[in-house]
């Protein structure tokens, strides 16, 4: 097992659900990390909390990966002492509605791809070459069941993940002969705000997308995203898809009668 203790994290989308789980499980390792989203008093809260409970460095810093000079100036300008990153969990991202896609609203679409896929690209240009310049490093893209499969409704959502997943196995070929591993950790069903963005506050529609199956929770896909930044070196964890008992695809799901 590699031990991260003192090394650094940088965990985006770390405001909410998956990211702030994983904020959490790499903490406890002793790991330094770099939490980033776009809410500022989350993060700040955040900071605070794991300080708190795990004695450990903290960064918080308000991004919004959608702006790639934010994104790059983000990243250029970090202290010296935190500059060399040893994780990234790419993992901000987001869907908007389900409509078809001849009933779709542009806005969605672009928030959607801009995030999911141009925010993904832009922070790992900014944080691979790094990496590489050292010659140690992981990146874990958080993907989905959505970039394996096509769900009515998921159009323009389920394009995105399929973009990530080929941007992941497009990285792996680039980066083979480079000691950097590329990993990518594909969940389905996780309770976390994700229906909730994507039903715009909804909160009742969002939760019958959890009712009667005991969905995965945040900290699950973070104990697979942990499992996969800890191998031994020569390992390459190249995909994990983790899916609660009850589903099998994207659209066969069991639910307690
Ligand atoms: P949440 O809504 O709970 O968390 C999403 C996180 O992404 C928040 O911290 C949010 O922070 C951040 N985020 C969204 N847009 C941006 C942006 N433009 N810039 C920076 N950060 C951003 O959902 P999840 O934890 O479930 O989602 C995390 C990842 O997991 C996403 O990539 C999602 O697609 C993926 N996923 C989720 C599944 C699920 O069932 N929940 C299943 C499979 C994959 P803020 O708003 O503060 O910027
Ligand atoms: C999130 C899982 O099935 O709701 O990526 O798209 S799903």
Request: net charge neutral; hydrophobic share 40%.
């Amino acid at each position: 097992m590699t031990s991260l203790k003192d090394r650094i994290v940088l965990i985006t989308g770390a405001s909410s659900g998956i990211g702030a789980a994983c904020a959490h499980a790499f903490a406890q390792l002793g790991s330094r990390l770099i939490i980033s989203a776009r809410r500022k008093e989350r993060i700040e809260a955040l900071v605070r909390e794991i300080k708190e409970k795990h004695k450990t460095d903290v960064l918080g810093v308000q991004l919004d990966v959608q702006k790639q000079p934010d994104v790059e100036s983000a990243f250029s300008t970090l202290p010296k002492e935190w500059q060399e990153i040893e994780v990234l969990v790419n993992n901000a991202g987001l869907s908007r509605g389900l409509d078809k896609l001849h009933e779709g609203k542009i806005a969605d679409w672009e928030e959607m791809i801009d995030t999911n896929i141009k925010g993904l690209l832009y922070v790992s240009r900014a944080v691979i070459p790094g990496m590489v310049a050292r010659g140690h490093g992981t990146v874990i893209n958080i993907g989905s069941i959505a970039g394996q499969e096509v769900y009515p409704g998921g159009n323009v959502y389920c394009a995105t993940k399929h973009a990530v997943d080929a941007i992941t196995r497009g990285l792996r070929f680039d980066l083979v002969d480079s000691p950097v591993r590329v990993c990518t950790v594909d969940p389905g069903l996780v309770q976390t705000e994700f229906s909730i963005v994507r039903f715009r506050g909804d909160s009742e529609r969002a939760e019958s997308v959890y009712k009667k199956i005991q969905a995965l929770k945040p900290e699950d896909v973070a104990e697979a995203v942990v499992f996969c930044a800890t191998r031994p070196p020569h390992v390459q964890l190249a995909q994990v898809l983790i899916l609660p008992t009850a589903q099998a695809s994207t659209t066969l799901v069991h639910r307690k009668p």
